[in-house]
């Protein structure tokens, strides 16, 4: 069970109503995400089977370092901490690679669905 914060007495109701307003639009975004995330690694996996039947290495220093760069540009674009949506990327591309490696190696289900 979630803990939720101590809201203080002399909060007004407009005031909460409104924090209750912009954590639902987070919530939503938050859901959002999962599922662009879960589609995004649909077609990892897809890439990861491709590289395992034509014996391609499961990392692409090239393509990683081109991917980092787009979306350090965008982030900047978009008004967001371009190191920020570094990190971001290099977890999702470190995650990527090691679903690649178990895919080439057999220790992984490519059925996500």
Same mark, same amino acid.
């Given at each position: 069970?979630?803990?939720?914060?101590e809201l203080?007495?002399?909060?007004g109701?407009d005031?909460?109503?409104?924090l209750h307003?912009i954590?639902?639009?987070?919530d939503?975004?938050?859901?959002?995400?999962i599922?662009?995330?879960?589609?995004?690694?649909?077609?990892t996996?897809? +890439?990861?089977?491709l590289?395992?039947v034509h014996?391609?290495?499961?990392?692409?220093?090239?393509?990683?370092?081109?991917?980092?760069?787009?979306?350090?540009?965008l982030?900047?674009?978009?008004?967001l901490?371009?190191?920020?949506a570094?990190?971001?990327?290099n977890? +999702?591309?470190?995650e990527?690679?090691?679903?690649?490696?178990q895919?080439? /190696?057999? /220790?992984i289900? /490519?059925d996500?669905?």
């Amino acid at each position: 069970m979630a803990v939720h914060e101590e809201l203080p007495a002399d909060a007004g109701q407009d005031a909460i109503d409104q924090l209750h307003s912009i954590r639902e639009s987070i919530d939503n975004i938050d859901a959002a995400l999962i599922h662009m995330l879960a589609e995004r690694f649909k077609f990892t996996q897809q +890439v990861g089977r491709l590289k395992a039947v034509h014996g391609l290495p499961p990392a692409d220093p090239g393509r990683e370092l081109e991917q980092i760069d787009r979306l350090r540009a965008l982030a900047v674009e978009a008004h967001l901490d371009p190191m920020f949506a570094e990190k971001f990327l290099n977890f +999702v591309i470190a995650e990527v690679i090691h679903h690649h490696v178990q895919i080439a /190696t057999g /220790t992984i289900s /490519t059925d996500l669905s």
